[in-house]
């Protein structure tokens, strides 16, 4: 065909990055496949097979729209951004700019997020944040603490390399599909698999050794199996005494952690313990491949750091085939952290707390003192809005109230807010809820780059036009904060990254040219000809002395646990086949087609003992309140746990919204639950 083109992209929904091609002709945009592509060599999953179906979508967001007494009214782009530029004025004059939230979206370029905490920080307010806050907080201060980078190890493709992968709380197989095939092909090679989950997955399935533990018992596990490693002599001495502090606390924690002792806890047989202690550190390389199942928590910090530990004693890091895989979530949730959209961090992993290091960024922006201190969080926002503390809240990107924890009472917070705006692709229904709403281009109707769950740096480039008058989310961040009087002059993403390069070191070598190259580059890549660095830790650790730090922390149940008027518990997670709080997923026709409605599993032996048979809908209530959903009955979960993915409106309203004290993210994984059944509704 005469005019057809290729041009590449970064897949919009998980963090993985795997490239492809879309295909431009007559006939509209299509997907092609990227045979060389580094992480996904040409494979997609269902959900990057379907991205092109939000791109044509009839319900996209296409102009500025007003919430009057009468409903949205479209309303031109000048008095959209004069309208909250206005608002961003008053609050700043009347209540300070401690008043002003910034929720930034881990679905926007690294520009964006870079430019939308900048505007927000040089406004004087510290109320910065993203999704992160409810997915990898934890793993943040745990790592940091830790080894010195909160970030993954190793690239995903050396898992391939590995000779045992610990999976503990990822369902790779449904959430990161492309994950599984690398972890196959070294079970093709003879590795062993060993999960750790409460539920039977398709992840569970690669098992070779599965051991169905009790819900947020991670930490009696980790600790149990590194008393084995300790008992039979399984650590690695040298590794421990050169690049550790900190052994002689962990052996004395880990003591009083005996299998017999463990087994009574988390459910399995002491044997089962000692079996996955022997495999992963009798392994010559152990990767450890964590998500969520171990950070919503309310002890999600104490997860991550006895995941660490694990990996530390045995000195399984710093080289191929080993690491630690901390699975991130959405398409650049690693770019929004590595920019700073985080209330504990600044551009570069710079702690609000540390005065000199937030002087240089000063000096790099050429603004006055900037503000320091922990911010309000994801979580805190709501709460402050209820409170009078918080009035004017910006968000780019995020469905917060389908997404946060206990969602009735975050909706009624948010309604106490003088003004809320929202930038999405989508009318989500935290877009109902706002003054005003932005429509923004979706990742392939602008450029710029995203940073994938291996670090991986790539620029997307623009595909097609976005819909009606809607822009980019750098385009409207450049005007609303030209209009604020900042001095933003950015021709485009290009010299946005430039000065991303000049504020944090490890990105100082990634042009635009850099990352145009097929797989961009991994980071740290600290000057120009830098060929990038895919496996951390090596040779040193940026942890203070350059040693890593072995942190001993004890078991600690979750917050809610099965009570006689709540007998059950309810964990929440994902399907194969939705993303997120749906918004994006929940338009797509052929995902629909396939995952149409919200369900909740049950054992048969709970089914029974509720009278409750496959496809009758069930009504789920915890202390938060109730919803319904269609019952899959099904051995797959434990007598006593129910699960519900959340991506659908009405399972936010039931979960819990206890927060780990340290990373603040809250117990989503955990909540005592009854549930009763409706016959004969179909
Ligand atoms: N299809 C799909 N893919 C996605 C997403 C999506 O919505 N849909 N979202 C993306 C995002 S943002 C993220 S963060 C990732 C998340 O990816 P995952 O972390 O894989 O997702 P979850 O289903 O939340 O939880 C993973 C597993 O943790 C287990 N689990 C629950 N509680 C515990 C526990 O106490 N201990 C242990 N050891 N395991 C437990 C659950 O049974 C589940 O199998 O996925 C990304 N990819
Ligand atoms: N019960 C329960 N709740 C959970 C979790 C759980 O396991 N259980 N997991 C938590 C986790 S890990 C996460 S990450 C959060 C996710 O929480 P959210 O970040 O709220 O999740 P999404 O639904 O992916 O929202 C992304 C939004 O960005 C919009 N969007 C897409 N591309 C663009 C773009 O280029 N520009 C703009 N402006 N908008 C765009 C989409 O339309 C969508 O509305 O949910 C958390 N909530
Ligand atoms: S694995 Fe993640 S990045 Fe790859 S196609 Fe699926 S959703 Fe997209
Ligand atoms: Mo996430």
């Known amino acids: 065909m005469a005019d057809e083109r290729l041009v590449p992209t970064v897949c919009p929904y998980c963090a993985l990055g795997c490239g492809f091609y879309i295909k431009i002709n007559e006939g509209g945009p299509m997907i092609e496949y990227m045979l060389d592509h580094p992480t996904n060599e040409g494979s997609l999953c269902a959900k990057g097979n379907a991205s092109m179906e939000i791109i044509n979508h009839p319900d996209r967001l296409r102009h500025p729209l007003k919430k009057t007494e009468a409903g949205w009214s479209r309303i031109s782009w000048d008095e959209a951004l004069a309208t909250v530029a206005g608002k961003i004025g008053e609050t700043v004059r009347d209540h300070g700019p401690d008043a002003l939230g910034f929720l930034g979206s881990a679905k926007s370029t690294n520009e964006e997020n870079y430019l939308f905490q900048k505007m927000a920080r040089t406004l004087g307010s510290k109320n910065v944040d993203c999704c992160a806050r409810r997915c990898h907080s934890p793993t943040i201060p745990a790592f940091k603490r830790a080894l010195g980078a909160s970030c993954m190890t190793n690239p995903i493709s050396d898992l391939a390399n590995s000779d045992c992968i610990f999976v503990i709380g990822s369902n790779f197989a449904e959430n990161h ?52 490693i300790i008992d039979e002599g399984l650590w690695d001495r040298k590794f421990v005494a050169d690049r550790t502090v900190g052994f002689e606390a962990l052996v004395d924690k880990v003591a009083g952690y005996t299998p017999d002792k463990v087994s009574g806890i988390i459910g399995s047989t002491p044997e089962a313990i000692v079996r996955a202690a022997r495999i992963y550190a009798g392994s010559d390389s152990s990767a450890i491949v964590y998500s969520m199942g171990i950070t919503q928590h309310s002890h999600g910090t104490n997860n991550v750091t006895a995941c660490a530990d694990l990996a530390l004693l045995t000195g399984q890091l710093g080289r191929s085939g080993a690491g630690l895989y901390p699975l991130r979530g959405q398409n650049n949730v690693q770019g929004a952290c590595d920019m700073g959209v985080l209330a504990d961090f600044y551009p570069g992993s710079v702690s609000v707390h540390d005065p000199r290091a937030v002087q240089l960024i000063e000096e790099a922006w050429g603004t006055g003192p900037l503000p320091m201190g922990m911010g309000m969080t994801a979580e805190t926002m709501p709460v402050a809005a209820a409170s009078g503390n918080l009035r004017f809240l910006y968000i780019i990107g995020e469905d917060l109230v389908n997404s946060d924890s206990s969602s009735s009472r975050g909706r009624r917070e948010l309604e106490s807010l003088d003004f809320m705006v929202v930038q999405d692709i989508f009318m989500t229904d935290t877009a109902e809820m706002a003054d005003l709403v932005l429509p923004a281009a979706a990742w392939a109707e602008k450029e710029g780059t995203f940073t994938s769950s291996e670090r991986r740096v790539q620029w997307s480039p623009k595909a097609l036009d976005p819909p009606g008058e809607a822009r980019s989310d750098l385009s409207t961040i450049l005007d609303l904060a030209r209009l604020l009087g900042l001095d933003f002059d950015y021709a485009g993403p290009e010299e946005v990254l430039a000065e991303i390069g000049r504020v944090v070191p490890s990105y100082a070598g990634i042009s635009m040219a850099r990352a145009e190259e097929r797989g961009g580059v991994i980071w740290p890549c600290p000057f120009q000809d830098h060929p990038g660095t895919p496996i951390l830790h090596q040779e040193g650790f940026t942890a203070p002395g350059g040693k890593a730090r072995i942190v001993p922390v004890d078991y600690l149940p979750p917050a809610e646990e099965a009570t006689l008027d709540y007998p059950l518990l ?91 004290p340290e990373a603040r993210i809250p117990e989503f994984k955990v909540a005592a639950c009854r549930i009763g059944s409706m016959k004969g509704v179909i």
């Open 570 to 660: 309810l964990t929440t997670g994902r399907e194969a086949l939705h993303h997120n709080a749906g918004s994006m997923t929940r338009r797509s026709f052929s995902l629909m087609k396939r995952a149409p409605e919200l369900f909740v599993e049950m054992n048969p032996l709970d089914a029974d003992r509720w009278s409750i048979i496959a496809d009758d809908l069930v009504e789920v209530e915890t202390r938060r309140g109730a919803a319904w959903a269609r019952a899959r009955v099904t051995t797959r979960q434990e007598e006593g746990v129910i699960f519900m993915p959340f991506h659908f409106p009405e399972t936010n309203m039931l979960t819990s919204d206890v927060i780990d």
């Open 177 to 228: 599909p492309i994950v599984a095939r690398w972890a196959l092909r070294a079970k093709d090679r003879g590795a062993k698999i060993v999960v750790a989950d409460p539920r039977i997955t398709p992840t569970t399935w690669h098992a070779d050794l599965h051991l169905q533990i009790k819900l947020g018992t991670d930490v009696a596990l980790l600790n149990g199996m590194m008393n084995v």
